[in-house]
């Protein structure tokens, strides 16, 4: 398109009493030889609209430069249709960080100036990517209440549902017990199981297909364009699906890794789902002799909270017992149920249903260490307790001890399932030509297990902790989110819940899939990047197949062809530019962010032969909203930086601190997410891969005799920004005491 230029500058929030207006339009007009260059006391006002609008309509304005406050505010009054917009950070950055009317902050805001033209120049607008077909059937696997919740939330939108379950009935563990906890005001008394009456809306829904007793063989394709094969009926079954929803389930702790607290060695110590199967039968009897059971004892934590058996919380197994002990009392009013707990969690609302149960008399609840359960006189058994709050030991008596032990997500590899797997592979590799490799790790989203995706990065979704299992992404802002776009998971195998919090988890991943396939429909990205057309573009003439991008890919969106030649399969892709920062050769670019863009703005800058001049790249997830709400509180740093935003750190390209630093920048800091067991990266590895990329680079620059000091990269969470101009000013304190960069002389 040809573009027309107009720039328009917001006097308003202390912009005007700030910088010197006229200044920021001679470098427009004059500098950058901008056509069209306005001023307005308040540009997101109507009246600023309009003299903006009117531009556009009449005087063919296309490029829109906005300076004014933060892009992440005001979005919509500055959002012009078939219009390039850029927007430039005048107020937090400059007007509410920096002292006012002196040189220093001018020409602060002079290059921001420059910056914003530079970039709108070197931007295009998006040509959406489409795909030629698109299916928008919502596959879900997993037929319990997760699975079944997201079957009816897609189904009751409009949408087609296939919904695959591996055993022969619907219903999964809920369907096995005797009854639920309550799932409305007041939350104070036990109900009937309602999972039949959502079986049967399930069975009956004209929009679901129901696979019983099937697995999925494969999973090949794009979101929108899933080509599915389902094992069924003895034979498989190929179908198409747009998104997918994974609520593949639970299963129960092994008990028998817990002999200490007797299971396998009495019968009348048993798991709470044993109990629930008793309860369903009719009365509380023990299982030895069929006695009616009138002391119960739950034990806590049965192997949960523990590092050597399951080191996570279940959530839901305080609840259970609280039920159980429920079930105690209705079925026998003069029976006694004993909790013995190390915490009592009980999330939400249910607070109410553990007041309730503390308010029966027959409900003991104690607080200790239950250190063994061994056989008394009768049959009976003693559990001994230690740190109670009577500060001694004591026994209690009981005619059956429950374990409440907990979940164990389906994805998860146990150690005899990895034994298993490794033979399995030792044979593939023999098969090929190979040997087996003792030594080869196993990566568990590499064994087949459930979904059998065709991905070059393993057939199954990446685990956020390999000691918990579960398939949750650690995206603060985004639940049922995984590493695999259009992939959900929800339910128990994301993170332990009880049958309520399935069902809203369940109807919350539907919902996810359903935004994806119509943000795929419209070439848009899915989060957090939704609002985005544009997408990676590659000149495959200048790639050496090096399958850097490949590899650093978080979200396996690069495959390679026959010949070992990458190529991108655009609607897996988040548009996070990680694989532009890997590219050694520069061939990796997007209509709004490219490495010449980026370079082109580094030396744009105005660099003075004295004083420091650096630059602050700050992922615009997590560090340029703290420096807004620095900025918010008016917090001060120094007018040496010049930031400008990335998508996130993982676009670091080496070039361009290179090309910053041969113009003479003095420096570069590198703010990003955290990274590592707890990371907050929205793109997973963005400020990892940095790390490591700086780490090759300041080996370099070392033998430049450039200190590599030049260049740090900080670790930062949102929540940081009162921190920010501490770390800002040590850094350039630490500038300072170095030399002028040496090329400032070229």
């Known amino acids: 398109m040809e573009k027309k230029y107009g720039v328009y500058i917001c006097k308003g929030c202390d912009i005007a009493e700030t910088v010197k207006i006229e200044g920021l339009e001679e470098v427009a007009t004059k500098e950058k030889q901008i056509p069209i260059c306005k001023s307005h006391n308040a540009l997101c006002s109507p009246e600023g609209l309009d003299l903006i609008k009117g531009d556009i309509s009449g005087e063919g304005v296309n490029i829109v430069v906005v300076a004014a406050c933060s892009p992440r505010a005001k979005h919509r009054e500055f959002k012009f249709d078939g219009c390039i917009v850029e927007r430039i950070n005048l107020r937090e950055f400059v007007a509410w960080s920096q002292e006012p009317n002196t040189e220093d902050t001018q020409a602060l805001a002079d290059d921001y100036m420059r910056i914003g033209i530079i ?25 319990g209440v997760s699975g079944m919740s997201s079957a009816l939330g897609a189904a009751e939108a409009g949408y087609n549902v296939l919904l695959v379950e591996k055993q022969a009935e619907l219903g999964g563990w809920a369907a096995r017990m005797h009854k639920q906890l309550p799932q409305s005001y007041p939350f104070e008394a036990i109900e009937e199981n309602s999972v039949q009456s959502t079986i049967d809306k399930v069975t009956s829904n004209s929009n679901i297909k129901v696979y019983m007793s099937s697995e999925i063989e494969k999973i090949a394709g794009v979101p929108g364009m899933y080509d599915v094969s389902i094992k069924t009926n003895g034979g498989s079954e190929q179908a198409k699906a747009g998104a997918v929803v994974m609520a593949a389930g639970w299963r129960p702790y092994d008990a028998n890794k817990l002999p200490h607290l007797g299971y396998g060695a009495n019968p009348n110590v048993i798991t709470n789902v044993q109990m629930e199967e008793i309860a369903k039968s009719g009365k509380i009897t023990r299982p030895s002799d069929g006695k009616e059971a009138k002391r119960v004892a739950f034990i806590q934590c049965a192997g949960s909270r523990d590092p050597e058996h399951l080191p996570y919380c279940s959530s839901y197994c305080c609840l259970t017992s609280l039920k159980q002990a429920a079930y105690v009392r209705e079925k026998n009013p003069d029976a006694m149920a004993y909790i013995l707990y190390k915490d009592v969690r009980t999330p939400g609302q249910y607070e109410l249903f553990y007041k309730s149960m503390q308010d029966d008399p027959g409900v003991m609840l104690t607080k200790g260490v239950v250190t063994g359960v061994s056989e008394g006189p009768d049959g009976d058994l003693n559990v001994e307790v230690s740190d109670t709050f009577l500060g001694e030991k004591i026994i209690i008596e009981a005619d059956m001890v429950v374990l409440a032990t907990g979940m164990v997500p389906n994805s998860r590899i146990d150690a005899e399932d990895l034994a298993k797997w490794k033979v399995k592979f030792d044979e593939i590799a023999v098969a090929k030509g190979g040997k087996p490799d003792p030594n080869a790790p196993l990566e568990p989203h590499k ?52 049958m309520l919090g399935s069902i809203e988890d369940g109807l919350g991943a539907s919902l996810k899939a359903i935004q994806c396939m119509e943000a795929t429909e419209k070439g848009f990205a899915v989060h957090p990047r939704a609002y985005d057309q544009t997408y990676p573009e590659v000149n495959l003439q200048k790639c050496t197949s090096c399958k850097r991008c490949t590899e650093e890919c978080p979200f396996s969106a690069i495959e390679e062809d026959d010949k070992g030649t990458p190529f991108h399969k655009m ?50 997830n997590d560090a340029y909203p703290a420096l807004d709400m620095a900025a918010l509180n008016r917090s001060k740093w120094s007018n040496a930086i010049r930031f400008i935003p990335v998508r996130c750190l993982g676009n670091l390209n080496l070039a361009w601190i290179a090309d910053a630093l ?23 590895k963005g400020s990892e891969l940095a790390n490591e990329r700086l780490g090759k680079l300041q080996e370099t620059l070392g033998r430049l005799q450039l200190e590599p000091e030049r260049v740090e990269l900080v670790q930062l969470s949102i929540n940081d ?26």
């Open 447 to 498: 064994i087949p297990n459930i979904l059998n995706l065709e991905y070059k990065q393993g057939p199954e979704l990446p685990v956020l902790d390999e000691a918990y299992g579960f398939n949750d992404s650690n995206y603060i802002c985004f639940q049922y989110e995984t590493s695999r776009t259009g992939i959900y998971a929800a339910g128990s195998i994301r993170q332990p819940m009880h």
């Open 571 to 620: 609607s897996r892709c988040r548009r996070c530019g990680t694989c532009l920062g890997s590219c050694p050769e520069r061939v990796i670019n997007f209509k709004d962010f490219s490495i010449k863009m980026m370079s082109n703005m580094f030396k744009g800058m105005d660099i003075p032969d004295e004083g420091l001049r650096l630059i602050g790249l700050v992922c615009e």
């Open 721 to 746: 920004y009162d921190k920010l101009p501490q770390i800002l000013a040590d850094y350039v304190e630490k500038l300072d005491e170095m030399e002028p960069n040496p090329f400032k002389e070229f």
């Open 119 to 143: 970039k709108a120049q070197n931007t295009d607008l998006p040509e959406p990517f489409f795909l030629e077909e698109l299916d928008k059937t919502v596959l879900v696997i997993g037929g």
């Open 662 to 684: 041969s113009v003479g920048v003095d420096g570069m800091i590198l703010i990003g997410c955290k990274f590592g067991e707890n990371y907050q990266c929205h793109f997973v």
